[in-house]
């Protein structure tokens, strides 16, 4: 958060959150070769790119992209829902691993055993709605201990769970995580890129 990035939003999600601030990339968007993307991404005097969805891991070519924005220089992103496997994705890339609290109504479809595949520079996400969605986070990431080995995110949803709350219970409880706030939101609105 606060680093200057290009968004890359790919359209498809397998998933419907509650809360989904993107449903337009379920099928919005329109078709584009790698070619294309790369050199609007070349418009941008950032080499921090996120790669983003809807799901992204749903996207067949999405691997060539990733491989040739690294081998570009660029650092990558990846954001995906964490329902998918994650094996094929370059080990250079940082995944930005979403795990599903129970008020996304998604929870369901946490691919645990990814949580394995996770390497140390891949951080895990919590989007969080209310007490209980982060009692059941914290719960996780003590289970896990994932804090050991991850950077973990916890992040608000937008307009619906008080940030102030949310930072009281995780400095109540000594945990052990970043605070995210949809930043770009908070200075933009709701604002759409190219």
Same mark, same amino acid.
């Given at each position: *958060?606060?680093?200057?990035?290009?968004?890359?939003?790919?359209?498809?999600?397998?998933?419907?959150?509650? #809360?989904? %601030?993107? !449903? #337009?990339?379920?099928?919005?968007?329109? =078709?584009?070769?790698?070619? =294309?993307?790369?050199?609007?991404?070349?418009? #941008?005097?950032?080499?921090?790119?996120?790669?983003? &969805?809807?799901?992204? /891991?749903?996207?067949? %070519?999405?691997?060539?992209?990733?491989?040739?924005?690294?081998?570009?220089?660029?650092?990558?992103?990846? =954001?995906?829902?964490?329902? /998918?496997?994650?094996?094929?994705?370059?080990?250079?890339?940082?995944?930005?691993?979403?795990?599903?609290?129970? %008020?996304?109504? *998604?929870?369901?479809?946490? /691919?645990?055993?990814? /949580?394995?595949?996770?390497?140390?520079?891949?951080?895990?996400?919590?989007?969080?709605?209310?007490? !209980?969605? #982060?009692?059941?986070?914290?719960?996780?990431?003590?289970?896990?201990?994932?804090?050991? &080995?991850?950077?973990?995110?916890?992040?608000?949803?937008?307009?619906? *769970?008080?940030?102030?709350?949310?930072?009281?219970?995780?400095?109540? %409880?000594?945990?052990?995580?970043? *605070?995210?706030?949809?930043?770009?939101?908070?200075?933009?609105? =709701?604002?759409?890129?190219?």
């Amino acid at each position: *958060m606060g680093r200057p990035c290009a968004f890359v939003r790919l359209t498809r999600c397998n998933l419907r959150c509650r #809360y989904c %601030d993107t !449903a #337009y990339a379920f099928t919005e968007g329109r =078709e584009m070769t790698i070619a =294309e993307i790369v050199e609007q991404l070349d418009r #941008y005097p950032t080499r921090l790119v996120e790669v983003t &969805g809807g799901e992204p /891991l749903l996207q067949p %070519d999405v691997h060539v992209l990733v491989k040739l924005l690294l081998d570009s220089g660029r650092e990558v992103l990846i =954001e995906t829902g964490g329902s /998918l496997d994650i094996t094929p994705v370059d080990p250079r890339a940082v995944l930005v691993y979403d795990i599903k609290c129970p %008020d996304s109504g *998604m929870s369901s479809h946490n /691919l645990w055993a990814n /949580l394995e595949r996770l390497r140390p520079h891949d951080e895990i996400k919590f989007v969080i709605t209310d007490r !209980a969605d #982060y009692e059941w986070a914290r719960e996780v990431v003590r289970f896990h201990d994932l804090a050991r &080995g991850h950077p973990v995110l916890f992040s608000p949803v937008w307009q619906v *769970m008080d940030a102030t709350a949310l930072a009281g219970w995780i400095l109540e %409880d000594g945990l052990l995580v970043r *605070m995210q706030i949809q930043l770009h939101k908070l200075l933009w609105g =709701e604002r759409r890129g190219v």
